[in-house]
Protein backbone atom coordinates (compact mmCIF):
# COMPACT_ATOMS: atom_id res chain seq x y z
CA UNK A 1 0.00 0.00 0.00
CA UNK A 2 2.62 2.54 1.37
CA UNK A 3 4.93 0.54 -1.68
CA UNK A 4 2.67 1.54 -4.18
CA UNK A 5 1.93 5.13 -3.05
CA UNK A 6 6.27 5.62 -3.15
CA UNK A 7 6.12 4.43 -6.75
CA UNK A 8 3.53 6.77 -8.05
CA UNK A 9 5.05 9.54 -8.62
CA UNK A 10 1.72 12.48 -8.67
CA UNK A 11 1.28 11.75 -4.86
CA UNK A 12 3.44 12.97 -2.33
CA UNK A 13 6.58 11.04 -1.84
CA UNK A 14 7.06 10.90 2.35
CA UNK A 15 11.16 11.22 2.59
CA UNK A 16 11.23 10.80 6.27
CA UNK A 17 10.44 7.28 6.79
CA UNK A 18 10.67 4.32 3.96
CA UNK A 19 7.92 2.63 2.88
CA UNK A 20 6.14 -0.49 4.89
CA UNK A 21 8.21 -3.08 3.35
CA UNK A 22 11.14 -1.54 3.48
CA UNK A 23 11.06 -0.45 6.90
CA UNK A 24 9.68 -3.87 8.08
CA UNK A 25 12.88 -5.60 5.75
CA UNK A 26 15.01 -3.54 7.95
CA UNK A 27 13.25 -4.59 11.54
CA UNK A 28 13.40 -7.89 10.48
CA UNK A 29 17.03 -8.14 9.78
CA UNK A 30 17.85 -6.04 12.85
CA UNK A 31 15.92 -8.89 15.12
CA UNK A 32 17.92 -11.48 12.83
CA UNK A 33 21.26 -10.10 13.90
CA UNK A 34 20.35 -10.02 17.56
CA UNK A 35 18.58 -13.59 17.22
CA UNK A 36 22.11 -14.36 16.66
CA UNK A 37 23.52 -13.32 19.26
CA UNK A 38 20.93 -14.73 21.72
CA UNK A 39 21.78 -18.56 19.60
CA UNK A 40 25.03 -18.37 20.52
CA UNK A 41 24.88 -17.32 24.27
CA UNK A 42 22.61 -20.29 24.91
CA UNK A 43 24.86 -23.07 24.18
CA UNK A 44 27.73 -20.86 26.10
CA UNK A 45 25.57 -20.13 28.89
CA UNK A 46 24.47 -24.04 28.88
CA UNK A 47 27.69 -25.47 28.94
CA UNK A 48 29.30 -22.93 31.78
CA UNK A 49 25.73 -23.76 33.97
CA UNK A 50 26.67 -27.16 33.62
CA UNK A 51 30.34 -26.92 34.70
CA UNK A 52 29.61 -24.88 37.21
CA UNK A 53 26.66 -26.88 38.60
CA UNK A 54 28.02 -30.41 38.46
CA UNK A 55 31.75 -29.14 39.14
CA UNK A 56 31.43 -27.39 42.21
CA UNK A 57 29.71 -29.90 44.45
CA UNK A 58 32.51 -32.44 43.68
CA UNK A 59 35.72 -29.59 44.25
CA UNK A 60 37.52 -29.61 47.28
CA UNK A 61 41.35 -29.77 48.56
CA UNK A 62 41.24 -33.10 49.06
CA UNK A 63 40.20 -33.28 45.00
CA UNK A 64 42.19 -30.93 44.00
CA UNK A 65 45.49 -32.59 45.76
CA UNK A 66 44.86 -36.06 45.57
CA UNK A 67 46.58 -38.37 43.26
CA UNK A 68 44.13 -39.37 40.03
CA UNK A 69 42.89 -42.70 39.23
CA UNK A 70 42.38 -44.13 35.67
CA UNK A 71 38.29 -43.67 35.22
CA UNK A 72 36.94 -46.54 36.74
CA UNK A 73 33.45 -47.04 39.05
CA UNK A 74 35.01 -45.83 42.06
CA UNK A 75 32.46 -43.41 43.12
CA UNK A 76 33.23 -39.40 43.60
CA UNK A 77 35.23 -39.14 46.72
CA UNK A 78 38.19 -41.05 45.63
CA UNK A 79 40.83 -40.02 43.42
CA UNK A 80 41.36 -36.14 42.60
CA UNK A 81 43.01 -33.84 40.19
CA UNK A 82 46.72 -32.90 42.39
CA UNK A 83 48.77 -34.76 39.38
CA UNK A 84 46.55 -33.24 36.95
CA UNK A 85 46.63 -29.78 38.35
CA UNK A 86 50.64 -29.86 38.84
CA UNK A 87 51.00 -31.11 35.72
CA UNK A 88 48.96 -28.52 33.87
CA UNK A 89 51.03 -25.82 35.44
CA UNK A 90 54.18 -26.97 35.22
CA UNK A 91 53.98 -27.89 31.32
CA UNK A 92 51.99 -24.86 30.20
CA UNK A 93 54.67 -22.81 32.71
CA UNK A 94 57.32 -24.17 31.16
CA UNK A 95 55.94 -23.55 27.37
CA UNK A 96 55.51 -20.18 28.31
CA UNK A 97 59.20 -19.29 29.13
CA UNK A 98 60.13 -20.68 25.68
CA UNK A 99 57.61 -19.21 24.02
CA UNK A 100 57.16 -15.92 25.24
CA UNK A 101 60.46 -14.37 24.94
CA UNK A 102 60.87 -16.45 21.55
CA UNK A 103 57.81 -14.34 20.69
CA UNK A 104 58.45 -11.06 21.63
CA UNK A 105 62.03 -11.32 19.92
CA UNK A 106 60.52 -13.06 16.79
CA UNK A 107 58.08 -9.88 16.68
CA UNK A 108 60.90 -7.36 17.34
CA UNK A 109 62.90 -9.32 14.05
CA UNK A 110 59.47 -8.07 12.35
CA UNK A 111 58.59 -4.66 13.32
CA UNK A 112 61.83 -3.20 14.17
CA UNK A 113 64.71 -5.07 11.93
CA UNK A 114 62.82 -6.74 9.22
CA UNK A 115 60.73 -3.70 7.59
CA UNK A 116 59.81 -4.38 4.65
CA UNK A 117 61.94 -6.94 3.86
CA UNK A 118 60.97 -10.35 1.87
CA UNK A 119 61.97 -12.39 4.72
CA UNK A 120 60.20 -10.52 7.26
CA UNK A 121 57.10 -10.33 4.90
CA UNK A 122 57.64 -14.27 4.74
CA UNK A 123 58.03 -15.07 8.51
CA UNK A 124 54.71 -12.55 9.06
CA UNK A 125 52.63 -14.08 6.70
CA UNK A 126 53.78 -17.79 7.77
CA UNK A 127 53.54 -16.96 11.22
CA UNK A 128 49.68 -16.18 10.47
CA UNK A 129 49.40 -19.56 8.65
CA UNK A 130 50.97 -20.93 11.54
CA UNK A 131 48.71 -20.24 13.99
CA UNK A 132 45.76 -22.03 12.03
CA UNK A 133 47.89 -25.93 12.04
CA UNK A 134 45.83 -27.58 13.97
CA UNK A 135 46.79 -28.17 17.56
CA UNK A 136 46.95 -32.21 16.86
CA UNK A 137 49.76 -31.66 14.27
CA UNK A 138 52.03 -30.18 17.00
CA UNK A 139 51.27 -33.15 19.03
CA UNK A 140 52.10 -35.68 16.12
CA UNK A 141 55.32 -33.80 14.95
CA UNK A 142 56.74 -33.34 18.47
CA UNK A 143 56.25 -37.14 18.91
CA UNK A 144 58.19 -37.86 15.34
CA UNK A 145 61.14 -35.55 16.83
CA UNK A 146 61.18 -36.05 19.95
CA UNK A 147 59.36 -38.26 22.02
CA UNK A 148 60.28 -41.55 20.02
CA UNK A 149 63.78 -40.58 20.92
CA UNK A 150 63.30 -39.32 24.29
CA UNK A 151 60.25 -40.97 25.56
CA UNK A 152 57.52 -39.31 26.82
CA UNK A 153 57.56 -36.51 29.38
CA UNK A 154 56.10 -33.01 30.56
CA UNK A 155 59.10 -31.41 28.30
CA UNK A 156 57.97 -33.18 24.88
CA UNK A 157 54.15 -31.24 26.17
CA UNK A 158 55.61 -27.91 26.87
CA UNK A 159 57.50 -28.25 23.28
CA UNK A 160 54.34 -28.62 21.75
CA UNK A 161 52.54 -26.42 23.53
CA UNK A 162 55.36 -23.68 23.03
CA UNK A 163 54.56 -24.69 18.97
CA UNK A 164 51.24 -24.10 19.46
CA UNK A 165 51.87 -20.53 21.26
CA UNK A 166 54.64 -19.25 19.35
CA UNK A 167 52.75 -17.86 16.38
CA UNK A 168 50.31 -16.33 18.70
CA UNK A 169 52.43 -14.54 20.68
CA UNK A 170 54.51 -13.45 17.53
CA UNK A 171 50.89 -12.27 16.07
CA UNK A 172 49.64 -10.29 19.26
CA UNK A 173 53.37 -8.51 20.23
CA UNK A 174 53.61 -7.53 16.45
CA UNK A 175 50.30 -5.76 16.96
CA UNK A 176 51.45 -3.91 19.84
CA UNK A 177 54.95 -2.98 18.40
CA UNK A 178 53.36 -1.49 15.56
CA UNK A 179 51.56 0.97 17.65
CA UNK A 180 54.50 2.35 19.17
CA UNK A 181 55.11 5.56 18.23
CA UNK A 182 58.82 6.39 16.00
CA UNK A 183 58.88 9.64 18.01
CA UNK A 184 60.04 7.61 20.86
CA UNK A 185 62.51 5.34 18.87
CA UNK A 186 63.76 8.73 17.10
CA UNK A 187 64.33 10.59 20.33
CA UNK A 188 66.24 7.70 21.93
CA UNK A 189 68.38 7.58 18.74
CA UNK A 190 69.25 11.27 19.16
CA UNK A 191 70.08 10.86 22.74
CA UNK A 192 72.90 8.03 21.06
CA UNK A 193 71.24 4.78 21.96
CA UNK A 194 72.14 1.64 20.19
CA UNK A 195 69.30 -0.60 18.29
CA UNK A 196 69.06 -2.88 21.02
CA UNK A 197 68.92 -0.58 24.05
CA UNK A 198 66.09 1.28 22.08
CA UNK A 199 64.25 -1.47 21.59
CA UNK A 200 64.63 -3.20 24.73
CA UNK A 201 64.25 0.00 27.14
CA UNK A 202 62.22 2.31 25.15
CA UNK A 203 59.85 -0.11 22.59
CA UNK A 204 59.16 -2.79 24.24
CA UNK A 205 58.60 -1.24 27.97
CA UNK A 206 56.23 1.10 25.95
CA UNK A 207 54.14 -1.89 24.09
CA UNK A 208 54.15 -3.64 27.22
CA UNK A 209 50.58 -4.05 28.17
CA UNK A 210 49.79 -4.93 25.09
CA UNK A 211 52.32 -7.62 25.06
CA UNK A 212 51.54 -9.27 28.26
CA UNK A 213 47.96 -9.34 27.90
CA UNK A 214 47.87 -10.79 24.46
CA UNK A 215 50.90 -13.50 25.65
CA UNK A 216 48.59 -14.51 28.74
CA UNK A 217 45.50 -14.76 26.05
CA UNK A 218 48.19 -16.94 24.43
CA UNK A 219 48.72 -19.09 27.86
CA UNK A 220 45.15 -18.98 28.53
CA UNK A 221 44.67 -21.81 25.61
CA UNK A 222 47.12 -23.69 25.79
CA UNK A 223 46.15 -24.61 29.19
CA UNK A 224 42.89 -26.05 27.64
CA UNK A 225 44.64 -27.95 25.18
CA UNK A 226 44.29 -31.54 25.01
CA UNK A 227 45.34 -32.39 21.44
CA UNK A 228 49.28 -31.98 21.38
CA UNK A 229 49.37 -33.58 24.71
CA UNK A 230 47.97 -36.94 24.06
CA UNK A 231 50.93 -38.60 22.67
CA UNK A 232 53.89 -36.15 24.05
CA UNK A 233 53.20 -36.36 28.05
CA UNK A 234 50.96 -40.09 28.05
CA UNK A 235 49.25 -40.12 31.36
CA UNK A 236 50.32 -41.00 35.20
CA UNK A 237 48.42 -41.33 38.56
CA UNK A 238 51.33 -39.90 41.06
CA UNK A 239 52.14 -36.23 40.52
CA UNK A 240 55.37 -35.77 38.66
CA UNK A 241 57.03 -32.43 39.71
CA UNK A 242 59.71 -33.47 37.69
CA UNK A 243 58.94 -31.94 34.19
CA UNK A 244 62.24 -33.70 32.84
CA UNK A 245 61.66 -37.39 33.35
CA UNK A 246 59.06 -39.34 33.18
CA UNK A 247 55.39 -39.06 31.93
CA UNK A 248 53.18 -36.66 33.36
CA UNK A 249 49.41 -35.60 33.04
CA UNK A 250 46.96 -32.49 32.93
CA UNK A 251 43.54 -31.23 33.97
CA UNK A 252 42.54 -31.34 29.77
CA UNK A 253 43.61 -35.17 29.40
CA UNK A 254 41.43 -36.10 32.82
CA UNK A 255 38.60 -34.68 31.48
CA UNK A 256 39.45 -36.17 27.97
CA UNK A 257 39.66 -39.53 29.61
CA UNK A 258 36.95 -39.55 31.80
CA UNK A 259 34.54 -37.82 29.67
CA UNK A 260 34.85 -41.43 27.43
CA UNK A 261 33.93 -43.24 30.46
CA UNK A 262 30.58 -44.54 31.34
CA UNK A 263 30.97 -44.36 35.03
CA UNK A 264 29.18 -41.73 36.80
CA UNK A 265 32.07 -41.14 39.38
CA UNK A 266 34.67 -40.83 36.37
CA UNK A 267 32.11 -38.05 34.36
CA UNK A 268 31.74 -36.24 37.90
CA UNK A 269 35.58 -36.08 38.33
CA UNK A 270 35.45 -34.94 35.03
CA UNK A 271 33.34 -31.63 35.64
CA UNK A 272 35.41 -31.14 38.87
CA UNK A 273 38.13 -31.01 36.30
CA UNK A 274 36.68 -28.86 34.23
CA UNK A 275 35.44 -26.53 36.35
CA UNK A 276 39.31 -26.17 37.64
CA UNK A 277 40.59 -25.80 33.97
CA UNK A 278 37.87 -23.35 33.23
CA UNK A 279 38.71 -20.85 36.36
CA UNK A 280 42.38 -21.16 35.26
CA UNK A 281 42.10 -20.20 31.92
CA UNK A 282 39.04 -17.08 33.23
CA UNK A 283 41.32 -16.06 35.74
CA UNK A 284 44.38 -15.40 33.11
CA UNK A 285 41.83 -13.99 30.71
CA UNK A 286 40.76 -11.40 33.27
CA UNK A 287 44.00 -10.73 34.46
CA UNK A 288 45.15 -10.13 30.76
CA UNK A 289 41.74 -7.59 30.28
CA UNK A 290 42.68 -5.89 33.39
CA UNK A 291 46.23 -5.16 32.29
CA UNK A 292 45.20 -4.70 28.97
CA UNK A 293 42.51 -1.78 30.21
CA UNK A 294 45.22 -0.53 33.04
CA UNK A 295 48.45 -0.10 31.32
CA UNK A 296 47.80 0.16 27.33
CA UNK A 297 49.48 3.39 26.35
CA UNK A 298 48.99 3.55 22.27
CA UNK A 299 46.19 2.15 21.77
CA UNK A 300 44.19 2.24 19.07
CA UNK B 1 55.42 15.36 -0.75
CA UNK B 2 58.16 14.50 -3.08
CA UNK B 3 59.82 17.48 -1.32
CA UNK B 4 60.34 15.79 1.93
CA UNK B 5 62.88 13.74 2.37
CA UNK B 6 61.71 10.16 3.39
CA UNK B 7 64.11 9.05 6.29
CA UNK B 8 63.52 5.01 7.21
CA UNK B 9 62.43 5.83 11.20
CA UNK B 10 63.72 2.68 12.55
CA UNK B 11 67.15 3.55 11.60
CA UNK B 12 69.13 6.64 13.30
CA UNK B 13 69.20 9.30 10.13
CA UNK B 14 72.53 10.87 8.97
CA UNK B 15 75.69 8.10 8.16
CA UNK B 16 74.24 5.12 8.90
CA UNK B 17 77.37 3.35 7.90
CA UNK B 18 79.60 4.99 9.95
CA UNK B 19 77.41 4.21 12.72
CA UNK B 20 76.77 0.34 11.51
CA UNK B 21 80.77 0.20 12.16
CA UNK B 22 81.03 1.04 15.69
CA UNK B 23 77.85 -1.03 16.23
CA UNK B 24 78.79 -2.92 19.67
CA UNK B 25 78.68 -7.03 19.59
CA UNK B 26 75.23 -6.79 21.92
CA UNK B 27 73.43 -4.95 19.69
CA UNK B 28 74.62 -7.26 16.68
CA UNK B 29 74.20 -9.94 18.80
CA UNK B 30 70.45 -8.69 20.02
CA UNK B 31 69.71 -8.23 16.26
CA UNK B 32 70.82 -11.87 15.41
CA UNK B 33 69.09 -13.14 18.42
CA UNK B 34 66.07 -11.58 16.54
CA UNK B 35 66.62 -12.56 13.95
CA UNK B 36 66.52 -16.39 14.81
CA UNK B 37 63.22 -16.05 16.53
CA UNK B 38 61.95 -15.02 13.25
CA UNK B 39 63.12 -17.79 11.35
CA UNK B 40 62.10 -20.00 13.66
CA UNK B 41 58.29 -20.34 12.35
CA UNK B 42 59.44 -20.82 8.99
CA UNK B 43 61.47 -23.95 11.27
CA UNK B 44 58.98 -25.19 12.56
CA UNK B 45 57.05 -25.01 9.83
CA UNK B 46 59.69 -26.73 7.72
CA UNK B 47 59.88 -29.31 10.19
CA UNK B 48 56.70 -30.53 10.50
CA UNK B 49 56.22 -31.27 6.64
CA UNK B 50 59.37 -32.88 6.64
CA UNK B 51 58.92 -35.03 9.63
CA UNK B 52 55.54 -36.23 9.19
CA UNK B 53 56.64 -36.96 5.61
CA UNK B 54 59.00 -38.87 6.33
CA UNK B 55 57.54 -40.62 8.61
CA UNK B 56 53.88 -41.78 6.52
CA UNK B 57 56.12 -42.93 3.84
CA UNK B 58 55.49 -46.57 4.97
CA UNK B 59 52.06 -46.07 4.60
CA UNK B 60 51.98 -44.08 0.98
CA UNK B 61 53.93 -46.71 -0.20
CA UNK B 62 52.43 -49.99 0.78
CA UNK B 63 48.80 -48.80 0.71
CA UNK B 64 49.18 -46.83 -2.73
CA UNK B 65 46.88 -44.01 -4.46
CA UNK B 66 43.33 -46.48 -4.29
CA UNK B 67 44.54 -47.49 -1.26
CA UNK B 68 44.66 -44.52 0.32
CA UNK B 69 41.33 -43.07 -1.05
CA UNK B 70 38.81 -46.13 -0.19
CA UNK B 71 36.62 -46.41 2.63
CA UNK B 72 38.64 -49.39 4.37
CA UNK B 73 40.30 -48.82 7.56
CA UNK B 74 40.64 -51.94 8.98
CA UNK B 75 43.80 -52.13 11.53
CA UNK B 76 43.59 -56.21 11.79
CA UNK B 77 43.98 -56.59 8.33
CA UNK B 78 46.20 -54.00 7.88
CA UNK B 79 44.40 -51.71 5.42
CA UNK B 80 44.10 -47.77 5.90
CA UNK B 81 42.00 -46.11 3.23
CA UNK B 82 40.92 -43.17 4.60
CA UNK B 83 38.63 -42.18 2.62
CA UNK B 84 35.95 -42.33 5.39
CA UNK B 85 38.02 -39.86 7.57
CA UNK B 86 38.55 -37.20 4.60
CA UNK B 87 34.81 -37.51 4.54
CA UNK B 88 34.07 -36.97 7.91
CA UNK B 89 36.87 -34.02 7.99
CA UNK B 90 34.53 -32.30 5.17
CA UNK B 91 31.09 -33.05 6.13
CA UNK B 92 31.58 -32.02 9.86
CA UNK B 93 33.11 -28.59 9.24
CA UNK B 94 30.84 -27.93 6.28
CA UNK B 95 28.06 -28.40 8.83
CA UNK B 96 29.64 -26.01 11.13
CA UNK B 97 30.09 -23.49 8.67
CA UNK B 98 26.72 -23.69 7.71
CA UNK B 99 25.65 -23.06 11.10
CA UNK B 100 28.27 -20.89 12.53
CA UNK B 101 28.61 -18.16 9.50
CA UNK B 102 24.99 -16.80 9.62
CA UNK B 103 25.69 -16.18 13.48
CA UNK B 104 28.91 -14.70 13.71
CA UNK B 105 28.63 -12.65 10.23
CA UNK B 106 25.11 -11.20 11.91
CA UNK B 107 26.58 -10.58 15.07
CA UNK B 108 29.60 -8.95 13.36
CA UNK B 109 27.14 -6.85 11.51
CA UNK B 110 25.10 -6.10 15.02
CA UNK B 111 28.39 -5.00 16.58
CA UNK B 112 29.70 -3.02 14.02
CA UNK B 113 25.87 -1.29 12.64
CA UNK B 114 23.51 -1.49 15.22
CA UNK B 115 24.88 -1.32 19.02
CA UNK B 116 26.60 1.70 20.18
CA UNK B 117 30.13 1.39 20.35
CA UNK B 118 30.22 1.36 24.61
CA UNK B 119 27.25 -1.26 24.71
CA UNK B 120 29.28 -3.28 22.17
CA UNK B 121 32.00 -4.14 24.25
CA UNK B 122 29.98 -6.67 26.58
CA UNK B 123 29.36 -8.24 23.73
CA UNK B 124 32.45 -8.67 22.38
CA UNK B 125 33.51 -10.01 26.42
CA UNK B 126 30.86 -12.69 25.94
CA UNK B 127 32.48 -13.49 22.18
CA UNK B 128 35.73 -13.69 23.47
CA UNK B 129 34.64 -15.87 26.59
CA UNK B 130 33.49 -18.05 23.98
CA UNK B 131 36.74 -18.71 22.68
CA UNK B 132 38.33 -19.64 25.82
CA UNK B 133 36.55 -22.80 26.91
CA UNK B 134 38.55 -25.52 26.18
CA UNK B 135 37.82 -27.68 23.47
CA UNK B 136 37.76 -30.63 25.66
CA UNK B 137 35.50 -28.87 27.81
CA UNK B 138 33.04 -28.38 24.46
CA UNK B 139 33.63 -32.00 24.29
CA UNK B 140 32.66 -32.98 27.80
CA UNK B 141 29.79 -31.04 27.87
CA UNK B 142 28.82 -32.50 23.88
CA UNK B 143 29.00 -35.91 24.74
CA UNK B 144 27.15 -35.64 28.52
CA UNK B 145 24.66 -33.75 27.97
CA UNK B 146 23.96 -32.13 24.54
CA UNK B 147 24.23 -35.91 22.58
CA UNK B 148 21.65 -37.48 25.05
CA UNK B 149 19.11 -34.37 24.43
CA UNK B 150 19.45 -34.30 20.70
CA UNK B 151 19.52 -38.04 19.81
CA UNK B 152 15.33 -37.88 21.06
CA UNK B 153 15.56 -34.63 18.88
CA UNK B 154 17.17 -36.48 15.45
CA UNK B 155 14.72 -39.36 16.35
CA UNK B 156 12.16 -37.35 16.21
CA UNK B 157 13.01 -35.54 12.58
CA UNK B 158 13.74 -38.78 11.40
CA UNK B 159 10.52 -40.19 11.78
CA UNK B 160 8.97 -37.21 10.77
CA UNK B 161 10.87 -37.04 7.13
CA UNK B 162 10.22 -40.55 6.83
CA UNK B 163 9.59 -41.19 2.99
CA UNK B 164 10.27 -37.90 1.76
CA UNK B 165 13.00 -38.21 -0.97
CA UNK B 166 15.92 -36.02 -0.13
CA UNK B 167 15.25 -35.15 3.66
CA UNK B 168 15.09 -38.69 3.94
CA UNK B 169 18.65 -39.23 2.58
CA UNK B 170 19.99 -36.84 4.67
CA UNK B 171 17.92 -36.59 7.94
CA UNK B 172 16.41 -40.19 8.04
CA UNK B 173 17.59 -43.64 8.33
CA UNK B 174 17.43 -46.56 10.98
CA UNK B 175 21.01 -45.81 12.63
CA UNK B 176 20.16 -42.89 13.91
CA UNK B 177 22.07 -41.78 17.01
CA UNK B 178 22.89 -38.83 19.48
CA UNK B 179 26.92 -38.78 18.26
CA UNK B 180 26.99 -37.96 14.67
CA UNK B 181 28.50 -35.63 11.92
CA UNK B 182 25.91 -33.07 12.74
CA UNK B 183 26.18 -32.85 16.04
CA UNK B 184 29.98 -32.42 15.80
CA UNK B 185 29.01 -29.84 13.38
CA UNK B 186 27.09 -28.19 15.89
CA UNK B 187 30.01 -27.58 18.11
CA UNK B 188 32.30 -26.84 15.39
CA UNK B 189 29.75 -23.91 14.83
CA UNK B 190 29.79 -22.67 18.58
CA UNK B 191 33.83 -23.14 18.73
CA UNK B 192 34.34 -21.22 15.03
CA UNK B 193 31.71 -18.32 16.06
CA UNK B 194 34.23 -16.10 18.13
CA UNK B 195 37.48 -16.01 15.49
CA UNK B 196 34.93 -15.80 12.45
CA UNK B 197 33.17 -12.70 14.36
CA UNK B 198 36.30 -11.44 15.50
CA UNK B 199 38.18 -11.58 11.72
CA UNK B 200 34.67 -9.97 10.23
CA UNK B 201 33.99 -7.23 12.51
CA UNK B 202 38.00 -5.96 11.70
CA UNK B 203 37.04 -6.16 7.69
CA UNK B 204 33.45 -4.40 8.09
CA UNK B 205 35.13 -1.55 10.55
CA UNK B 206 37.06 -0.42 7.68
CA UNK B 207 34.21 0.37 5.42
CA UNK B 208 34.97 4.21 5.23
CA UNK B 209 32.05 5.97 6.92
CA UNK B 210 31.51 8.19 3.93
CA UNK B 211 30.09 5.27 1.95
CA UNK B 212 27.97 4.52 4.80
CA UNK B 213 26.91 8.14 5.31
CA UNK B 214 26.25 8.32 1.41
CA UNK B 215 23.89 5.34 1.24
CA UNK B 216 21.67 7.15 4.61
CA UNK B 217 21.39 10.58 2.61
CA UNK B 218 20.26 8.67 -0.25
CA UNK B 219 17.55 7.80 1.95
CA UNK B 220 18.81 4.07 2.14
CA UNK B 221 17.38 1.88 5.65
CA UNK B 222 20.15 0.11 7.96
CA UNK B 223 19.92 -3.05 6.19
CA UNK B 224 19.76 -1.41 2.65
CA UNK B 225 23.16 0.74 3.52
CA UNK B 226 24.44 -2.81 4.58
CA UNK B 227 23.37 -4.51 1.54
CA UNK B 228 24.84 -1.26 -0.40
CA UNK B 229 27.52 0.36 1.35
CA UNK B 230 29.01 -2.28 3.89
CA UNK B 231 28.58 -5.82 1.76
CA UNK B 232 30.34 -4.99 -1.30
CA UNK B 233 33.39 -3.55 0.10
CA UNK B 234 34.26 -6.02 3.14
CA UNK B 235 32.35 -9.13 1.23
CA UNK B 236 36.42 -10.80 0.12
CA UNK B 237 37.55 -10.21 3.74
CA UNK B 238 34.37 -11.80 5.18
CA UNK B 239 35.42 -14.81 2.96
CA UNK B 240 38.76 -14.92 4.20
CA UNK B 241 37.55 -14.72 7.73
CA UNK B 242 34.83 -17.95 6.80
CA UNK B 243 37.82 -19.70 5.58
CA UNK B 244 39.99 -19.64 8.81
CA UNK B 245 37.20 -20.34 9.97
CA UNK B 246 36.52 -23.42 8.14
CA UNK B 247 40.11 -24.43 8.91
CA UNK B 248 39.91 -24.41 12.53
CA UNK B 249 37.06 -26.68 12.50
CA UNK B 250 38.97 -29.13 9.96
CA UNK B 251 41.59 -29.12 12.29
CA UNK B 252 39.64 -28.91 15.90
CA UNK B 253 40.14 -32.37 17.58
CA UNK B 254 38.89 -33.17 21.04
CA UNK B 255 35.62 -32.02 20.88
CA UNK B 256 34.73 -33.42 17.43
CA UNK B 257 36.39 -36.90 18.46
CA UNK B 258 34.08 -36.85 21.65
CA UNK B 259 30.82 -36.28 19.88
CA UNK B 260 31.10 -37.38 16.40
CA UNK B 261 30.77 -41.22 17.32
CA UNK B 262 34.08 -42.88 15.77
CA UNK B 263 33.26 -44.82 12.59
CA UNK B 264 34.43 -45.04 9.32
CA UNK B 265 31.43 -44.97 6.85
CA UNK B 266 30.92 -42.62 4.11
CA UNK B 267 26.97 -41.91 3.88
CA UNK B 268 24.26 -39.27 3.31
CA UNK B 269 22.80 -39.59 6.56
CA UNK B 270 24.07 -37.01 8.73
CA UNK B 271 22.71 -37.99 11.95
CA UNK B 272 24.96 -41.19 11.58
CA UNK B 273 28.21 -41.89 13.34
CA UNK B 274 31.35 -41.37 11.72
CA UNK B 275 34.72 -40.38 12.45
CA UNK B 276 37.58 -36.60 10.90
CA UNK B 277 41.11 -36.73 10.28
CA UNK B 278 41.91 -35.16 13.39
CA UNK B 279 39.50 -37.54 15.80
CA UNK B 280 41.06 -40.54 13.82
CA UNK B 281 44.68 -39.76 15.36
CA UNK B 282 43.66 -38.50 18.90
CA UNK B 283 41.24 -41.85 19.44
CA UNK B 284 43.57 -44.47 17.46
CA UNK B 285 47.03 -43.54 18.12
CA UNK B 286 47.87 -45.16 21.36
CA UNK B 287 46.69 -48.09 20.51
CA UNK B 288 48.68 -47.90 17.29
CA UNK B 289 51.68 -49.92 17.81
CA UNK B 290 52.46 -51.26 14.50
CA UNK B 291 54.69 -49.75 12.02
CA UNK B 292 52.21 -49.54 9.21
CA UNK B 293 48.76 -47.98 11.11
CA UNK B 294 51.26 -45.48 12.94
CA UNK B 295 52.70 -44.48 9.84
CA UNK B 296 48.81 -44.21 8.66
CA UNK B 297 47.65 -42.17 11.63
CA UNK B 298 50.70 -39.55 11.28
CA UNK B 299 50.19 -39.68 7.24
CA UNK B 300 46.68 -38.65 8.33
CA UNK B 301 48.26 -35.31 10.55
CA UNK B 302 50.27 -34.94 6.89
CA UNK B 303 47.05 -34.63 4.96
CA UNK B 304 45.29 -32.43 7.86
CA UNK B 305 48.62 -30.24 7.86
CA UNK B 306 48.63 -30.07 4.06
CA UNK B 307 44.58 -28.96 4.25
CA UNK B 308 44.95 -26.36 7.09
CA UNK B 309 47.72 -24.49 5.25
CA UNK B 310 46.02 -24.73 1.45
CA UNK B 311 42.86 -23.08 3.40
CA UNK B 312 44.77 -20.58 5.11
CA UNK B 313 47.01 -19.35 2.30
CA UNK B 314 43.72 -18.81 0.04
CA UNK B 315 41.99 -17.21 3.28
CA UNK B 316 45.10 -14.36 3.53
CA UNK B 317 44.62 -14.03 0.09
CA UNK B 318 41.04 -12.98 0.13
CA UNK B 319 41.97 -10.68 3.33
CA UNK B 320 45.24 -9.36 1.60
CA UNK B 321 42.80 -8.44 -1.32
CA UNK B 322 40.04 -6.82 0.60
CA UNK B 323 42.49 -4.95 2.72
CA UNK B 324 44.20 -3.90 -0.89
CA UNK B 325 40.45 -3.10 -1.95
CA UNK B 326 40.02 -0.31 1.41
CA UNK B 327 43.19 1.72 0.54
CA UNK B 328 42.31 1.89 -2.62
CA UNK B 329 39.04 3.78 -1.67
Redesign the interface.
Known sequence: MMAHASKSLTQAVD?RE?SGW??S??QI??V??????V???I??G???A??VSKGAGVISWQFLTNHTIPPNVMPVGFGGMGAAVVGTLEITGFASLMAIP??V??A???N????KGI??R??S??????V???????G??IY??WVAHFGYTGLAGSFALA?LM??IV?RSSYEMLRLVP?SL??GS?ALGA????V??TVVIPAAIGGIVSGAL?AV??A?????PL??TVLTVEQTNSNLFSGPNTSL?LQ??AN??SAYTGA?AR??GA?LT??AI??IL?IVA?IITARFTRFSR | MSAVTKADPTTPAGSANALNQRRPLGDRGFALLALVAGLLVLVILVLIAFATAQQSTTWFSTAGFSGIFSVNWDEASNAFGAMGYLYGTVISSLIGIIIGVPISVGIALLLTQVVPRRWSRPIVYVIDLLAVVPSVVWGLWGIIVLVPWLQNIYLHIASAVNGIPVLDALFGGNAVGGASFFTAGIILAIMITPIITSLSREVIDTVPAIDKEGAYALGATRWEMIRGAVWPHSQAGVVGAVLVGLGRAMGETIAVALVIGDSDQVTSHLFYTGASIASVIALQFGEATGGEFRSALIGLGLFLFALTILVNLVARWFVERSSRRARGA
Open positions: LPRRKNMTLMWLAFIILPLFALEVLGLGVYLEYGGLALIFMSDVMGVPSIVMLFVICLPIDRQYSKARTLLARAGETALFSIFAQNAWALITFMR
